[in-house]
């Protein structure tokens, strides 16, 4: 739908330039007061001026032109498209003028928009702070605006706050001004030209650390009182990314400085807010010495992620919400590729294909939807922040960099981002530039991966390369999964040589490659693979010599494969024995996750045997590396052993297991790698105490990484009545940005899951009411593992198509079918045992 046909968009009547924005936050009375000036420019004669507000009181307008003032009555509001009328009694003349505008509003507690946030310091003191979110449509809860992304303008702000109190915006400070009465008014420099969705402001009782200088660009952490000495490591990787981007792209930071704000409530990971970043805590502060890996993994990765969209999204920002996986694929993208420079021991690739996977298990789906499709209405955005759009989208540019070359590819994106700097995009202008630097068919490519849902299955057997789309099973009904793609397939021999790379269509293409040969060599390619006969053959027992990515694919397709019912139990099991002695725990991770649905699955004599088998499988591994980390050892060993230690402790019952783990439970001697693993075994085994000692450790943690630990450990125990205690505590206790990441939990319980979909679903209005509106699809993610009981499946089914949750629902369309795809796969999975 176009700018013109879309009711959603304002018309371009009247264009801004640049705001002027007056706050006066009331943080006790939770209410703002506020006056915006707007320059803009009249384009043809009008009487009528429509902009965006939503939850705001706004008085009349006035717009200056020359030396005349027209002033218009009241705004009329349109609720549905989120608009503000005003009607002059003359025309406003063609040419330049200034609107100017007063407004009050209330200080939130949906985390979206200008909204209040809490938190308690070590003296027991609680603090309140304002601050905001306004991605991806919420900039108009908090002043009168153009909030469309293709309205760039520049932003000054100017906020007047209690004297004690910090307060910081997207560009300097430039003055502080004493009005006499316990208050100032901070002003700030007006921003580059930008989208209203990066306006930002904060206030309440922060410190920061001394700004580090990064090649002229000032960085700092700022964070609520107290927690200053868990900011080294954000600072260190903030540097590099700042420093890996800038050489990257060869265009400097476009901001004036840098400040990285962790936020008690958060609904989001961070968001992208030009020189003033805002985080969640525990994405931004942590202990590194007490951490585990995949959390430091985490505040890095979400760190450069950030740093990236001040070129990619702020810089350059999409024309509309269409394109809003551009943005965040492409930050997704780069960010591991900064990191893999960042930290290479933590081999950040290997972890992409993971992400990859993830992606892979929704778009094997019939409910998949295309990485880009049509947006008309803010609500319909909503569903574009999934893991389609991040880590499929990031996987396809993973995927195309490797076929075009890493060089060629970033001259292409250089070239984009100058061409483009301060302005707007479609998905093709960047397809474009990369067509240009490689001379390769991009936009062909590319659009059959984006614009269509779904993957290929690519099928190497008597020497041919083949494709066909990849399903669990047949489709209930339509099907978003595509036909055809051209796949840049890259294969290789293990007898050595280059890797050869080749465009599959709908014709087979003749593999030239010796045999064995590794059909997506080096595991970059955004599909699954499936050998023949002879081909398998000459593979599986060379499986040691594959590349770590490939590996972990090879057992993810096998995986795939066992869901969809191309293969048996026994064979992925004997790929999985394939594995041998290899400290990589992302195969194993896959493996882990088979044999937890499998758990579920079965029962009896059957379940016993599956158990057996994990033993066989999963214990000499244990033995082999022992609980405690060993000298010389790589940086991913110790996930690989909370992997095991989970797995044979849940799954297994291994009793060993289980008294070691309450061992250091009691002892709290909780390694950073092995807590959430040794948590997770003490909860399984729900001893009286446990939770409390739970819930005491969760409210008196000593970081964000420790809280949030304990408190998803909370949703672990297998017992009815605990989930309901848990339950009452996520709708009056928690943070309502983790109290759905709770239920989330709850609601995949192997026992409580059942009773917790049923509580929070006979509680669905006031969950909607309570919690922030993007993380009610979180809480019933427990969904696909409701694999036993076909008729409680009907009724799970039922209740959600008939309480559908706006731009989310397909989210939970795609629970569902996962759901009967797992019906399906523990039924066969009976038989064969």
Known sequence: MSLTTNPYRLARTVVPSAYRIFLTPDLDAATFAGRVEIDVRVAAATSQLTLHALDLVLGSATVAVAATTFRSGEPAYDAQFQTATFTFDEELPEGEATVEIAFTGVLNDLLVGFYRSTFTDDDGHVHTIATTQFEHSDARRAFPCWDEPSYKATFQVNLSVPSHLAAYSNSPETSSTDLGNGWRTVTFSPTMIMSSYLVAFVVGPFEETPAVDVDGVPLRIIYPLGKGHLTDMALDAGAFALRYFSQYFAIPYPGDKLDMVAIPDFGFGAMENLGLVTYRESALLINPATASLVERQRVAEVIAHEIAHMWFGDLVTMEWWEGIWLNEAFATFMATLCIDAYKPEWRMWVDFGIDRDAALQVDGLHSTRPIEYEVVSPEDTRGMFDVLTYQKGGSVLRMLEQYLGDTTFRDGIRQYLRQHAYANTVTTDLWDALEAASGQPVRDMMNTWILQGGHPLVTLRDGQLSQQPFSYGPARGTSAIGSSWLVPVLTRSLNGGAITRQLLGDATLAVSDTPPVVVNAGGSGVYRTRYGHAELEALSSRISELEELERATLVADAWAGLLAGQITWGAFLA???????????????????????????????????LVAQVRDLFSPQLERLGWDARAGEGELTGQLRATLIATLGVVADD?????????????????????????????????PGDYETFLERYRNAATPQEEQRYLLSLGDFPDVATARATIERCFGEFRSQ????????????????????????????????????????????????????????????????????????RTVQQYLERMRVGLTFAATLRDQF
Do not use: C
């Open 575 to 609: 790929t999985a024995r394939g594995l041998g002695d290899q400290d990589e725990p992302n195969p194993w991770g896959t493996v882990a996750s088979a044999v937890g649905l499998a758990h579920r699955a079965l029962e009896g004599a059957a379940r016993d045997t």
């Open 655 to 687: 009793e060993a297991v289980q008294r070691e783990a309450v061992r250091r439970f009691a002892a709290n001697e909780l390694d950073g790698d092995l807590a959430r693993s040794i948590l997770r075994v003490v909860a399984h085994q729900n001893r």
């Open 738 to 809: 983790d109290a759905p990441l709770v239920l989330a939990v709850l609601s995949a319980n192997a026992v409580a899951g059942p009773t917790a979909w049923r509580e929070v679903t006979q509680r669905w209005d006031e969950a909607q009411a309570t919690f922030p509106p993007g993380l009610i699809v979180r809480m019933v993610m427990g969904i696909p593992t409701y694999i036993k009981d076909p008729a409680f499946a009907d009724t799970v089914e039922e209740f959600h198509r008939s309480h559908p949750v706006g731009g989310d629902q």
